[in-house]
Antibody
Framework: EVQLVESGGGLVQPGGSLRLSCAAS????????MSWVRQAPGVGLEWVSV????????NYADSVKGRFTISRDNSKNTLYLQMNSLRAEDTAVYFC????????????????WGKGTTVTVSS | EIVMTQSPDTLSVSPGERATLSCRAS??????LAWYQQKPGQAPRLLIY???TRATGIPARFSGSGSGTEFTLTISSLQSEDFAVYYC?????????FGGGTKVEIK
């Protein structure tokens, strides 16, 4: 069974930084693209970023481009999200999710999700 | 950016009744459309991908249809565990975008 466990959330001041982690198990981690999706309090889902299995290609939502960096360590089966210059509007639950792969091709919907980690940006 | 619009915002349905949820894309997404279910305090769960293919373990009472810009999620006979918020998501183009969600509540 594939499991994703996020960590690293917390309270941070505006302008501060935080690094989220997502530990994956039950899959050949390096074979799958991974994504971060967030959900602000009482609001819907917002895609944040994605990274391919080998880490060679990434993509970001405009709202975080230039401030957030997605990366992965396939030797540790771990996905990361480095968040800099944090703003109040970055306050959300951040979910790590596995991107679907069929017949060796990525389809960018998310078929397995972690439970999420909460980030609060406030002074 | 492709804007996904879901309707209605809230759907009040009695257990055993049929629920029909709509999702509209601002431009064609072909069949690159997924549906998710989210219960309070939980992560989203994949229900449907490719507009109409049920994910592993999803009951047959959930069905998806549509292509291009108009999509529908139908729950044929609502069970107590189906009361939740449902989101559509397009994966035809970047950035990936979600609809605002439809809350299915008990009537």
């Amino acid at each position: 069974e594939v499991q994703l466990v996020e960590s690293g959330g917390g309270l941070v001041q505006p302008g501060g930084s935080l690094r989220l982690s997502c530990a994956a198990s039950g899959l050949t981690f390096s074979s799958y693209a991974m994504s971060w999706v967030r959900q602000a309090p009482g609001v819907g889902l917002e895609w944040v970023s994605v990274i391919t299995g080998g880490g060679g290609s990434t993509n970001y939502a405009d709202s975080v481009k230039g401030r957030f960096t997605i990366s992965r360590d396939n030797s540790k089966n771990t996905l990361y999200l480095q968040m800099n210059s944090l703003r109040a509007e970055d306050t959300a639950v951040y979910f790590c999710a596995k991107v679907a792969k069929l017949e060796n091709r990525y389809y960018y919907y998310m078929d397995v999700w972690g439970k999420g980690t909460t980030v609060t940006v406030s002074s | 950016e492709i804007v996904m619009t879901q309707s209605p915002d809230t759907l009040s349905v009695s257990p055993g009744e049929r629920a029909t949820l709509s999702c509209r894309a601002s431009q064609s997404v072909s069949s690159n459309l997924a549906w998710y279910q989210q219960k309070p305090g939980q992560a989203p769960r994949l229900l449907i991908y490719g507009a109409s293919t049920r994910a592993t373990g999803i009951p047959a009472r959930f069905s998806g249809s549509g292509s291009g810009t108009e999509f529908t999620l139908t729950i044929s006979s609502l069970q107590s565990e189906d009361f939740a918020v449902y989101y559509c998501q397009q994966y035809n183009d970047w950035p990936l975008t979600f609809g605002g969600g439809t809350k299915v509540e008990i009537k």
